[in-house]
């Protein structure tokens, strides 16, 4: 290796580690775990930054992804130099001051800003980083092995602690973390959102494996861990989680039903729609064996009646509404906002609502409320842009490595999406980091012009049969 490859190469498996870690640090909710993971992410992007300058080359992103990620970095640290008030803590108000260009936008408040932005830098980073890693067939797969291997393992780390009744999380058993834990995560919903963000990701590793020849051992390793990884979904005891899950089934299944009957002339080592529904057959099996009666008792409660939680969450979304959005304009309060500008709002409003409102519980109001819908629209524009990146690159004629990693990024990014409306998935540390690395998977996917003659892209594509006869051969050639 070159030198001046060096510190591009030690981003990348820094990068790698940071997915690892985000994951196993209590999934970033606890509060030193979330600034570890800010501070890792900005030193990788540091750090992959000087890869670049070392190869004299800008990042691997398209145009408009990275037309949105610039847009958020400026609006972003702009208002935030800009900012129009101080908090003060001790009265929990707001008070004016004169801000560096009068007359120009700004956040509320800096104070409460900077954390958030900080984290939202690191993982603007981590798209970048994952945008251009993912066109280079190697680092790809690392990658996609990555995440689903991480995923894997906290999925196996919930369903020991349910079969052993586990108390808490087993290294933490002095604390009360509630009855809904799963592996790292103490909200159900958390744990929910991650294990639908891999289970496209380590299913479409099974079904790769399947389709690969020699790939015997994968096939076991893969296909049990999509079974189980699928099991988890419905073991864990979030319903709107458990919704996404059969809906994420049920899609890949159709999926892969469509799949074979595009590709009928082909002779393929499996059955796509026969794998999907032995998929979700075993899965259900496993599920009841792991222990899915705490899951049954909440859907029932849900059934009949709703809970305290969720009649507060009704009133928390007409506040925000009615109140908070209209407020925040096109360019918004600023991140980190949302407790202290929720809770005026909600007094102002004279709701009854009680107790601590930290999160909206529903990303798709929180986002606007805090970013605008100028920052909400550049998100949305890089969250659904892959989804829309994923879904097009797995109909093209591509290597099935990569038609099916598309597919299953656009199906991860499409779950965490449904859930977002009902929940705050996208404001946790390694969700955030999964769900924008799969996005920048996806949009690196999409193969750029320049890109498409490179050597490691020209190894992975198909060579059509009618070339590969007229191909001449000498005595010795295999045939």
């Not at 609006?75 to 120009?104: C, K, S, Y």
């Not at 798209?127 to 280079?136: G, L, P, T």
């Not at 529903?362 to 986002?367: N, R, W």
């Amino acid at each position: 290796m070159k030198p001046a490859e060096l510190p591009l190469a030690a981003s990348r498996w820094f990068f790698l580690g940071n997915i690892v870690l985000s994951a196993w640090m209590y999934g970033g909710t606890r509060e030193w775990s979330r600034d570890a993971v800010i501070w890792l992410l900005l030193a990788n992007t540091g750090l992959f930054l000087l890869g670049l300058l070392a190869k004299s080359r800008l990042p691997r992103i398209p145009l408009l992804a990275g037309l949105a990620v610039v847009f958020l970095l400026v609006q972003g640290w702009f208002m935030t130099w800009n900012a129009q008030r101080r908090f003060i803590e001790g009265a929990r108000v707001f008070v004016d001051r004169i801000p560096p260009l009068p007359g120009w936008p700004g956040f509320y408040e800096a104070g409460l800003v900077v954390p958030s932005l900080l984290l939202s830098t690191g993982l603007l980073g981590a798209f970048s980083i994952a945008c251009d890693m993912v066109q280079n067939s190697l680092w790809r797969k690392r990658l996609w092995v990555t995440l689903a291997s991480t995923g894997l393992s906290l999925v196996v780390l919930g369903i020991t602690q349910r079969l052993t009744n586990a108390p808490s999380i087993f290294w933490d058993l002095d604390r009360n973390v509630g009855q809904t834990f799963f592996a790292v995560f103490r909200y159900h919903a958390n744990a929910g959102a991650f294990i639908n963000l891999v289970l496209p990701l380590i299913t479409a590793l099974a079904l790769k494996a399947w389709l690969d020849r020699g790939s015997e051992g994968k096939r076991v390793l893969w296909t049990l861990a999509a079974l189980i990884t699928a099991a988890a979904g419905f073991v864990n005891v979030s319903r709107a989680a458990n919704v996404v899950c059969a809906i994420l089934l049920l899609g890949m299944g159709i999926a892969m039903g469509l799949m074979q009957w595009k590709s009928a002339e082909r002779k393929t080592t499996i059955s796509l729609a026969g794998f999907a529904i032995v998929l979700t057959t075993l899965a259900g099996a496993l599920a009841f064996s792991f222990g899915v009666e705490a899951t049954l008792k909440r859907w029932d409660i849900g059934l009949w009646k709703n809970t305290p939680q969720e009649d507060g969450r009704y009133q928390a979304y007409e506040v925000i509404v009615k109140n908070s959005l209209p407020s925040a304009g096109i360019l918004g309060f600023g991140p980190g906002t949302f407790e202290t500008i929720f809770d005026i709002h909600r007094h102002k409003s004279g709701s009854s609502l009680k107790g601590r409102w930290d999160k909206a519980h529903s990303d798709a109001l929180q986002t606007p409320m805090e970013w605008g819908w100028a920052g909400a629209s550049a998100w949305f524009a890089i969250m659904g842009g892959a989804i829309f990146c994923g879904i097009r690159q797995s109909l093209h004629k591509e290597a099935e490595g990569r038609r099916l990693l598309s597919g299953a990024c656009a199906f991860s990014l499409a779950g965490v999406t449904l859930h977002a409306l009902v929940d705050f998935p996208l404001q946790i540390a390694s969700l955030q980091l999964y769900s924008i690395t799969i996005a920048g998977i996806a949009w690196g996917l999409k193969s750029p012009k320049r890109l498409k003659s490179s050597k490691n892209e020209l190894a992975e594509r198909p060579i059509p049969d009618s070339l590969v006869n007229r191909i001449p051969r000498t005595p010795n050639d295999p045939q």
